[in-house]
T-cell receptor
């Protein structure tokens, strides 16, 4: 089974702090994604990566950056956390780019910014 | 996560009955449609998908129906069990210029009554 793990389930940070959210997948997937999930809204794509060191902006990249130095690991960075970034963050991976294939999600990190 | 479901429509179904969860999608050019299940405190889990050139697909205890005329997708769960209690949401996958864009719905909470 594909396993996508996220470094923290719950995180509390203060406004202005730099925050790192880590995601690791163990199935050699090419694609990795970061979403945020808020009440009343569908999942919104922040960034995705289709290869090591490659990244593409999603629908809401402002205030975020990402890093993919190794194929299995995709990090989401909040350079200066703000209260409107309080949310559930979900990482996902899928096998390859170029055609539709299933996304596998991690358990999520609930981030609270005070 | 728990707070994701706070503002969602709720469907309450007696254990053993069939459940029907509906979704309206936005783009008539979408190529694939997916149903996800998200249990409290967990990430979304793929249930079933359907390609746009089909109108019905069956899985184990689940059936997805696609009506392209009215841009409507439904998920039918047969003999609903307590373990089916979760938030269910649909996603449409749109292909544009060789990339795949996922558009997620907000979801419906399914409550199974004993």
């Amino acid at each position: 089974d594909v396993k996508v793990t996220q470094s923290s389930r719950y995180l509390v940070k203060r406004t202005g702090e730099k925050v790192f959210l880590e995601c690791v997948q163990d199935m050699d997937h090419e694609n990795m994604f970061w979403y945020r999930q808020d009440p009343g809204l569908g999942l919104r794509l922040i960034y995705f990566s289709y290869d090591v060191k490659m990244k593409e902006k999603g629908d809401i990249p402002e205030g975020y950056s990402v890093s993919r130095e190794k194929k299995e690991r995709f990090s989401l960075i909040l350079e200066s956390a703000s209260t409107n970034q309080t949310s559930m963050y979900l990482c996902a991976s899928s096998l390859f780019w170029g055609s539709y294939n299933e996304q596998f999600f991690g358990p999520g990190t609930r981030l609270t910014v005070l | 996560g728990e707070s994701v479901g706070l503002h969602l429509p709720t469907l309450s179904v007696q254990e053993g009955d069939n459940s029907i969860i509906n979704c309206a999608y936005s783009n008539s050019a979408s190529d694939y449609f997916i149903w996800y299940k998200q249990e409290s405190g967990k990430g979304p889990q793929f249930i079933i998908d359907i390609r746009s050139n089909m109108d019905k697909r069956q899985g184990q205890r689940v059936t997805v129906l696609l009506n392209k005329t009215v841009k409507h997708l439904s998920l039918q769960i047969a003999a609903t069990q307590p373990g089916d209690s979760a938030v269910y949401f649909c996603a449409e996958v749109l292909t544009t210029s060789g990339t795949y864009k996922y558009i997620f719905g907000t979801g419906t909470r399914l409550k199974v009554l004993a």
